[in-house]
């Protein structure tokens, strides 16, 4: 069913992320700039991250599983001491914006600022300098991968375009692309919030975790790497933190599953492809230099001309 899977290290079936996005209150402020701070409940649903993260930390702990959390700048300078706790178990932090911005809404400067900004408070308070980079709401501009490429990150994981990772290339470069998608995120599942307007159904958490055990189940089975995408605040709520660590115990039984950071998937993939071992598919990034509607109007009005 995969075209071209990866060999994995140690010979292992499949390669699997459970990958956070530590959003808080971030994106409350960037969608309600002037009344984010009158909505205590709103504010108290995303802080509820102060309880989620340190459970995640001592779970990971637990199982002895090192993970990749992508935080929102702004964030960490807020809550350092979440940021400081990921490092100090071994997880990798990433960048995840300034304030949750949507990346394909700004200038390329707005873009690029952003990003250096993000780079120096993630390097400051988590000691290292962030690897990797996940757009907020997945907003992944047409700038993002030079950008990306200028300030030397090494991957990305916001592109939703395979199975297995795939490189994103630019003139200023290559980035290993980690792909994610929408049924892999904890979001569709549990979130139910008014102030965004956002009302879906909550599913039981041993129904979520079904969509979750099938993509595990399928990258298993067919050597694909599976991300996924957790909210602590939403899936590190009691119960279902509870459905997650049941889960991660039947990964981790099979033995032969890689659950690794997502900078060192980017590394593997790299190294494997530069010894001649593996040749990545490669998506030449943007995929338009403008809009497309726009130029078929345009040659349907030349061709009425003529
Ligand atoms: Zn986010």
């Known amino acids: 069913m995969i075209a071209n ?3 994995w290290p140690g010979g292992a079936r499949c390669a699997v992320a459970f990958t956070f996005d530590v959003d808080t209150d971030s994106m409350l402020h ?3 700039p002037e009344s984010a701070h009158t909505k205590l409940t ?30 929102p700048a702004w964030v960490a300078e807020q809550y350092p001491h979440l940021v400081e706790g990921m490092a100090a178990g071994g997880h990798e932090v990433a960048l995840h914006g300034y ?6 809404t700004l200038s390329p400067e707005e873009e690029a600022s952003i990003l250096r900004r993000g780079t120096e408070v993630i390097e400051r308070i988590a000691g290292a300098r962030p690897k990797g980079w996940r757009a907020p709401f997945y907003s992944f501009s047409p700038e993002t991968a030079r950008l990306l490429c200028l300030e030397g990150f090494e991957y990305d994981s916001s592109l939703m375009g395979d199975d297995v990772p795939y490189l994103l290339r630019c003139d200023e470069g290559d980035l290993v692309e980690l792909p994610a998608d929408y049924q892999s995120d904890d979001w569709p599942q549990y979130v139910q919030n008014v102030e965004f307007e956002y009302l879906m159904p909550i599913r039981a958490p041993a129904r979520a975790m079904e ?3 099938a993509e595990f ?6 050597g694909g790497l599976w991300v996924s995408m957790w909210h602590p605040f939403v899936s590190g709520r009691l119960s279902r933190a509870h459905e997650v660590a049941k889960f ?7 033995g032969d599953v890689w659950v690794s950071r997502l900078d060192e998937i980017a590394a593997h ?15 030449r990034i943007p995929y338009y230099p403008g809009p497309v509607a726009a130029e078929a109007d345009a040659s349907d009005s030349s061709q009425t001309a003529t």
Do not use: C, K
């Open 5 to 7: 899977p990866p060999p």
């Open 30 to 32: 960037y969608g309600l």
């Open 42 to 71: 709103a504010l108290s649903w995303t802080r509820y991250d102060e309880v989620a993260i340190p459970r995640i930390l001592e779970m990971y702990r637990r199982y002895e599983l090192q993970q990749t959390f992508f935080v």
């Open 99 to 104: 304030m949750h911005e949507l990346s394909n």
């Open 211 to 213: 969509v979750f055990r």
């Open 217 to 222: 189940e399928a990258a298993y089975e067919y």
């Open 248 to 254: 991660i115990e039947e990964v981790l039984g099979r």
């Open 269 to 283: 993939i790299r190294s494997i492809t530069a010894a001649g071992d593996y040749q990545p598919r490669v998506d």
